[in-house]
């Protein structure tokens, strides 16, 4: 499994264990008020919403705070409106960054990632500079420790799945984005539990990085990360097992 991946592991268990949850659930509130705005307050009907709903709950959101959001996004309690908007960089050697933003306020949030950018030797692009090296996929990670990689395999590839990738901790389930809800029901359907199912942005290609570089871009992505109006950030980097183990630790 890719470097990329791995931080990207990483990242959703340390946000399960992060006792402050405030950043996380304010993250989480921002796509579930932007899905219900766009395609309703029904999650039964907006499978956006749905997705949203549901990572919420994996990470603790107290349900009051949902309703809430699907409240403010049909319009039936008064707040900020957020505008999706995709930002692209380059990290230290030559890693190309895609960050997707909600947004009340675009110019400070173009100030903000310059700085971030800028502080760890960065620098954002221009738009399409970096884009066509992703593509968009959907993504399940399944825990080894919950089915054997060919009960996993088997049942993705039942529910359409593309590919299967492993490493010590995690099964990846790619597939195409359209094709995401009919794996997770197979899923479900066989008993195999999964940590995370989303739509997101695989890089085509990858950037290996030494020591240095890889303290410097997963610094980067971090501080990406830490930004209010950041709902995710993608890199084509590719970081080897030892100094990802070490960075993680």
Do not use: C
Not at 79 to 88: C, M, Q, R
Not at 138 to 156: F, K, R, W, Y
Request: hydrophobic share 35%; net charge negative.
């Amino acid at each position: 499994m890719s470097g990329h991946s791995r931080w990207h592991n990483i990242k959703i268990r340390k946000q399960a264990q992060d006792k402050q949850k405030s950043k996380v659930f304010g993250k989480l509130s921002r796509e579930i008020i932007t899905a219900a705005r766009e395609g309703g307050g029904d999650p039964g009907a907006n499978a956006r919403l749905r997705a949203g709903v549901e990572k919420a709950r994996a990470a603790g959101m107290p349900q009051d705070n949902v309703k809430r959001a699907i409240q403010r996004g049909t319009g039936e309690i008064e707040g900020a409106t957020y505008e999706p908007a995709v930002y692209e960089g380059y990290a230290p050697g030559g890693v190309a960054i895609l960050v997707e933003v909600l947004t009340d306020n675009r110019n400070r949030m173009v100030g903000e990632l310059r700085s971030v950018f800028t502080r760890n030797g960065g620098n954002l692009a221009e738009s399409n500079a970096v884009a066509w090296l992703f593509d968009r996929k959907g993504i399940v990670l399944v825990p080894t420790e919950v089915a054997s990689e060919e009960q996993v395999m088997e049942t993705a590839l039942e529910g359409g799945a593309e590919d299967l990738q492993t490493d010590d901790t995690s099964y990846e389930i790619r597939t195409e984005p359209g094709g995401l809800e009919s794996v997770k029901q197979a899923l479900e359907a066989a008993g195999v539990r999964y940590d995370s199912a989303e739509v997101t942005m695989v890089p085509q290609t990858r950037v290996t990085l030494g020591e240095k570089e890889a303290q410097k871009v997963l610094r980067l992505m971090d501080d990406l990360d830490d930004l209010d109006d950041v709902q995710q950030v993608y890199a084509n980097f590719d970081i080897p097992d030892k100094i990802m183990e070490a960075a993680a630790a």
